[in-house]
Every structure is written in structure tokens, then in C-alpha cells.
């Protein structure tokens, strides 16, 4: 039998620390991004009888993993041992110790054993062990962030909260920190509602259950057709601009005619709001540039004004490219750097704004509590150039970039979407963000990048 043991001091009540991993999205948030786990099936909670099925990989193959909660002391203790999966044995025991009134020791405790014994740990053991302390460094680092920022807000208590977009990268990651920081998160989904927790629309159609927005606290608009799923023919950018205009000019206009609406909307925009630049730097008080995207931000942001015209504050990020491994233009490009073919785009000197997951997260909440209003430029204040950013990332990874795609090669492939999104850029700065006092976990492109990979300095 191996034993792994991981602790770390968090200065929050034991209490505070525990209730967090008893509500829904706890789970999700500690799933490490560089790992495909999905969650398939859930029921019960933490006290014995719990269970939950998860779907990893070991390579290429598809493996289940069946955990079942087997103790639980309140407050103090929680334990679930493999009813299915890759290990012979497997028990994980999640122990908290109060050090004081505000802080607290908490301990991950795994005693596991390998599959065919001898040749099981002789040829897997140490890369396994590796593996297992890649992961649970990342989910005390991401426990103590979580808990941390959800922390800096408990004076507003718990908000009731309107997501849409909400199955997507970012609202999925946004519900997730939401619901187990203790808040309620309401999901407007174009289907049929399957539990109180979701509210049917469908900006196509003007259909919007209004009543469910009534008493809201909170609305964060996410939804819109990717940019970047197809060549941009006349079909497919007719599709991206109605799917951005229609459902925030609908979400905006029932907010207004609310009796209790929500003191505030976060309706998300885009860097590409300011077109291509070249080197100049950026900021909210910069007009629009020109191009598709450009009058794509400008008409997504200005559909907002029935619910600012109502005096609700109406916040507009302009996300930049989002990093994270799970999805994305990282996760697109993953495969080629590992194999050694990365490299720049073009020249490589079209500025990349970027923003790691985590701090868009972070954003998104800050911006529920604070007094901002208007456009935020959701960027790091590290830009990178997408030459920087192609060193980096193969620095990361231990692979040679010295590849390069030729400009020509990117319009011939992917017309017009090609030239905007991979050729042309901004050099965007945060400037509200940081006059706001916001943190950021993830300002330099490099530990964003070795956090989402969970890959340590060597």
C-alpha cells in the first residue's frame, strides 16, 4: 500500500473551509483543466452513501471512475474509497484542523495501490505519484484562491444569480466558483428547464421566463455563437452578430421592465471591439477600430441601453483570448506544440491580450460586488506578442518553436476568421480593472500557463 499525504494552512475558519467542499461546483472547481474529467453521474453528498461517476483517460483510453463516501464527521472529516476505476485499492480521507479562530490545517490523505502489484509499481509507480502531486497541488492552490476571494465579499452574503451561456467554457468554470462560494446561480437555457435551477429562453423566438428574473441580484450575460467554429461566410456572421444582438437586446429590455430588477448586468463584450491596432496601447477610453468584430462589439455593447436606461449598472468586459486548458484557442493549439511543431503566426508581432481562466473568473465576481460600471477590458497587464506568446508556451511544454506558419497560409486556410484572429491584434490594458483595486492570480503569461498544464519550474 502507498501513502500520499498533501497539506496547507488556509487562513479561514475550519468551518468556512468545509462548508465550501459540501455545495454543489466544489468538485468541479478542483478537477484539474489539463485532465479530461468529466463528471457523468452524481447523487447524495459527502455523508456515506455519497457517489459519483467521473470519465478520465489513461492515454487514449476512456476510464471510469466510481467513488463512493464511505465517513463523514462534520466539520472535520470526509472519506470515499473506489468502488470502480484504475487502482487496485484507493482511499481518500479530506481532513480539516482548526489552528486558531481563523485558520486551519487542511489534509488530503490517499492510500492507494496499483493495478498487477510488482510490475504495477515498478514500471508506473513513480510517474503515478508525480502525477497525483501534480494534482493535488493545483486543488489546494485553487481552494485557497476560491475561498479567499469568496471571502473578500462574505459582507454582501449570498446573491441570487442569472447566468446565461452558462454549459459553455466560461459559464461552466463562473457557475461553478458561484454556486460553491454559497451562492444561488440560475441557468436561462434555451431547452426545457430540468430542476429550479434553470429558466427557459430563447432570444431566436423573444421567449424569456421574466418571472424567473424577478428578485434577482445579479445577471451575467455570457451566451453568443463562437467566433471561431467556422470560416466567416456571409450565413455565419449573420448567425455570430444576431446571436450576440438578439439575446442581449431581449435580456436587456425584460430587466428594464422588472419590478425588482437586478442592481446589476455584466454583459459580456470583446477585445476585438477595438479592431486591429498595431502597437498602440489600449485602454476603455480608446473608440472603436474597424472590421467584423469591431461592429460586432460596438452593436453587442450598445443592446445593453434598455437595462442601463432603467437604471440598472451595466458592466461590459471586453474579454481577451481566455487561456485554459480546457478549451479554446490553448487547448487548439496543445496538440502541435507537444509534438514539437509549434510555432509564430506570420510574423509573429500581432499582439496577443489574453486573460487566464481563473482571473476571468475572478473578474466576473469582482465586478458583481463592486461599483464599476461600463466597459472593463478583461485582459491581463502582461500582453504578449504571438511570437512572446509561442516561446513561452514551448518553454513551458520543453519543446522547440522553431517552426513558422506563413501569413498566407492562415488566409488560405481560414479566409477573413484566419486574417482577424490569428494575423491581427491589440494591445489591450486593464486600465479599469486596476484603478478598481482587482488582483490578478495569473498576471504573467508563463505561471498562467504552467497552472493550467500543471507543469512546475524545474
Known sequence: MRLLTYQSRIELPAQDVFAWHKRPGALERLLPPWERV?????????????????????????????????????????????????????????????????????????SYRLPLGFFGQTFAGKAVRRRLKRMFGFRHERLRNDLLRHAACKQFGSQRII?????????????????????EVVRLVRGKPASPAEAHWNPATREIDAQALE?????VHLAGESIAARRWSAR???????????????????????????????SASAIGYYGARGEEVLTESDGPGKGFLADVCRQWEAATEPAERA???????????????????????????????????????????????DDLIGIMHHLIF??????????????????????????????PTLLRVPAFALRAMFGEMGR??????????????????????????????RCELGIVSR
Open 215 to 219: 428578485g434577482t441580484d445579479a445577471v
Open 38 to 110: 468529466r463528471i457523468v453521474e452524481r447523487s447524495g453528498g459527502l455523508e456515506p452513501g455519497g457517489r459519483v461517476v467521473l470519465r478520465t483517460g489513461l492515454g487514449p483510453l476512456p476510464v471510469t471512475w466510481e467513488a463512493v463516501h464511505q465517513e463523514y464527521k462534520e466539520g472535520l472529516l470526509f472519506v470515499d474509497r473506489l468502488a470502480r476505476g484504475p487502482f487496485a485499492h484507493w482511499e481518500h480521507a479530506h481532513r480539516f484542523t482548526s489552528e486558531g479562530t481563523n485558520a486551519c490545517l487542511v489534509e488530503d490523505r490517499i
Open 370 to 399: 463592486t461599483d464599476v460600471r461600463g466597459a472593463v477590458n478583461a485582459t491581463s497587464p502582461h500582453q504578449a506578442t504571438n511570437a512572446e506568446f509561442t516561446r513561452t508556451l514551448g518553454r513551458v511544454l520543453h519543446r
Open 420 to 449: 482577424a484572429l490569428l494575423l491581427e491584434g491589440a494591445r489591450v490594458r486593464p486600465a479599469a480593472l486596476e484603478a478598481s483595486g482587482f488582483r490578478f492570480l495569473y498576471p504573467t503569461l508563463e505561471n498562467a500557463l
Open 236 to 266: 455565419a456572421k449573420d448567425r455570430i452578430l444576431r446571436s450576440r444582438i438578439e439575446g442581449t437586446r431581449l435580456l436587456s429590455e425584460t430587466l428594464a421592465q422588472l419590478k425588482r430588477p437586478p442592481r446589476v448586468l455584466i
Open 163 to 183: 447566468v446565461t451561456g452558462a454549459s459553455g467554457l466560461i459559464g461552466s468554470q463562473l457557475t461553478a466558483f458561484l454556486t460553491s462560494g454559497g451562492h
Open 311 to 357: 437604471g440598472i449598472r451595466v458592466v461590459t468586459p471586453r474579454i481577451g483570448m481566455v487561456v485554459t486548458a480546457r478549451g479554446g484557442a490553448l487547448a487548439s493549439m496543445l496538440p502541435v506544440f507537444r509534438a514539437g511543431l509549434g510555432g509564430r503566426l506570420g510574423n509573429g508581432r500581432q499582439w496577443m491580450s489574453w486573460v487566464a481562466l
